[in-house]
């Protein structure tokens, strides 16, 4: 259902093409290393998966993309990151996680908020803001993540009302709501049942028409459905970086062919 | 203490809760004044004690370096575990003479147009023992506000921060998060403020007396019992303390289920999905 011809394999070297980079990068908690030397160039308007087996790095490498190491003291990060080729330095980091937008492992909505406010959480940082604006934008944002339906005759109520999958969509509705290039999701579905876990997945389907994502998973199946790249990371090392296809049938090191076909992790 | 208060609940029925007259000698028992007292001082330690029990919190649980936070959080600890009599004595003696000397002639000077801000300057009286009691239940509010903002999952956090929060909004949203804890933090430092007995006695000024002006002499529940119960030798006497005892302990029961419950509640809420 999910699969994609992808049509533009003649273009793969055009440099605009790529939305988020890393060179060289590093990221060391109290001086041990997690991941080492990542490059990596993630293309722009596509789904790009990152898989390894438990604590080879990937929640580590995401959370550098929005500078979510900075809440850790005990964390340095070394090496480049940019975005559109501007170094991510240069955004600061408030401005940065605007940008680049994350939804979490386990759904976290605020729990004293309701739907409605939820929504437009990450809004009420960014300025003065219309009621009729909002009602437009809380719409849309639900809307493109699959919850309006279900939730538009009860905005108003708490979000701990809703379902793991529905608070997981309300967190990816948030994320949207903040105009973001970039969305990482780290393990978005791992909390979630089947059923959940497929709205999720098409969801993300459809979301890379205007934004960039990379999902962090652990289900081979997710990764070969959702993403157009996929990146194998081992011992916090890059191991292989290639399409999707390429990565699930055909890869280049013994190691990745390994652990797509179940020998460890 | 239901069955012991039973000669005063039968000759003064309601009009005990609502007459301020206590008179041992003419027999005449009312509460009233002793109500008064207890819940406007508490009031007043409240007032005081909240904006600062709230910097504590916000102060150890989200700012504060390694070293401050272990040396304000074992300070609040020690004020926690001081005996109240301690407390008496230093109002007695220290505070006692400061509010009449500095304080309340200044606030007379400055705010004395509002009748709240008058009456016989002694140093005792009602504002003295809301400032006590504001000391008493600072470290019990803060640190539980504290522990209730700290309760507060990690993905909390990061879920303000990934939206582009700056740190004090990080915050607001952590306040926002622990409001009922706060709440319940409040109601219990309101309920220890309540049934607070010997610092009290010794700074409120002991005179059965409604009066507008905080600066006063007062009197309180607990007091009252403190210091009539031993010399109180006629049966409607004794039975009329204990009849307030018995008020009292319905009272700080009430607010102290509700502060639990409050807390109980706040600390819960992630574990539910
Ligand atoms: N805050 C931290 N402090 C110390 N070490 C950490 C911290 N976060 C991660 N690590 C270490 O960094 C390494 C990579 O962890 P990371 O969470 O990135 O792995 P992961 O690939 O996401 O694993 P999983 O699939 O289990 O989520 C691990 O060895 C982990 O123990
Ligand atoms: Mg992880």
Redesign the interface.
């Known amino acids: 259902m999910m699969e994609e011809e992808n049509k533009n394999n003649s273009e793969e070297n055009i440099e605009d093409k790529f939305s988020i980079s890393t060179e060289n990068l590093s990221v060391y908690f109290n001086e041990k290393p997690a991941i080492k030397d990542i490059n990596l160039k993630v293309r722009n308007k596509s789904v790009t998966a990152i898989i390894g087996p438990s604590g080879c790095g990937k929640s580590t490498y995401l959370r550098s993309l929005?500078m979510?190491h900075e809440?850790t003291p005990t964390a340095t990060v070394y090496g480049s990151i940019k975005i559109n080729n501007i170094d991510i330095q240069e955004f600061g980091v408030?401005?940065l996680?605007?940008k680049v937008?994350?939804v979490?492992q386990?759904p976290?909505?605020?729990?004293?908020?309701s739907i409605y406010d939820n929504v437009i959480?990450?809004l009420?940082?960014?300025g003065r803001h219309y009621k009729k604006d909002l009602d437009e934008k809380v719409e849309r944002c639900l809307t493109a993540s699959g919850l309006w339906n279900e939730v538009k005759d009860r905005l108003k109520v708490s979000a701990?009302t809703l379902s793991?999958g529905q608070?997981q969509r309300l967190?990816i509705a948030?994320?949207i709501a903040?105009n973001p290039d970039i969305i990482l999701m780290d393990e978005p579905t791992s909390a979630l049942d089947p059923i959940s876990t497929t709205k999720i997945e098409e969801l993300v389907y459809n979301l890379k028409k205007e934004y960039t994502i990379i999902i962090v998973t652990h289900n081979m199946q997710q990764a070969a459905r959702v993403s157009d790249h996929t990146a194998f990371f081992y011992l916090g090392r890059l191991v292989e970086y290639s399409k999707t296809r390429t990565i699930f049938t055909n890869p280049k090191e013994k190691l990745t062919e390994e652990y797509v076909t179940g020998k460890f992790g | 203490m239901f069955i012991n208060s039973y000669p005063s609940r039968s000759q003064f029925g309601l009009s005990f809760i609502f007459s301020q007259d206590w008179d041992p000698v003419k027999d005449k028992f009312g509460a009233l004044a002793f109500i008064y007292g207890t819940i406007v001082s508490s009031i007043i330690a409240l007032i005081i004690s909240l904006p600062i029990s709230l910097g504590v919190a916000i102060f150890l649980s989200e700012m504060a370096g390694k070293f401050l936070k272990t040396t304000v959080g074992f300070l609040v600890e020690i004020l926690a575990a001081i005996p109240s009599i301690i407390f008496g004595f230093w109002g007695l003696f220290v505070l006692v003479p400061f509010m009449r000397n500095s304080v309340q002639p200044f606030l007379e000077k400055t705010l004395g147009f509002i009748p709240l801000f008058s009456g016989a300057n002694i140093g005792t009286g009602m504002l003295t023992a809301g400032i006590i009691l504001a000391i008493m239940i600072t470290p019990i509010i803060s640190a539980i506000s504290r522990d209730v903002i700290k309760a507060i999952?990690k993905?909390?956090?990061?879920?303000?921060?990934?939206?582009?929060?700056?740190r004090w909004?990080a915050i607001r949203?952590a306040l926002?998060?622990a409001?009922s804890g706060i709440l319940g933090a409040t109601v219990l430092g309101f309920g220890r403020a309540v049934g607070e007995t010997m610092a009290v006695t010794m700074v409120i000024g002991n005179r059965a007396q409604i009066s507008a002006g905080l600066f006063d002499p007062a009197y309180s529940m607990a007091s009252v019992i403190a210091n009539e119960f031993a010399e109180a030798s006629k049966t409607i006497h004794v039975s009329s303390l204990i009849e307030v005892g018995l008020l009292l302990f319905v009272v700080t029961f009430i607010i102290n289920s509700l502060a639990r419950i409050l807390i109980y509640s706040a600390t819960k809420?992630?574990d539910?999905?």
């Open positions: 929005n979510m809440l408030i401005n996680r605007k937008g994350m979490f386990k976290n909505p605020f729990p004293t908020l959480s990450g009420v940082y960014t701990m793991g608070q967190c948030r994320t903040v | 999952p993905s909390q956090r990061e879920a303000a921060y990934a939206l582009g929060a700056t909004e949203m926002l998060n409001k809420k992630y539910a999905k």
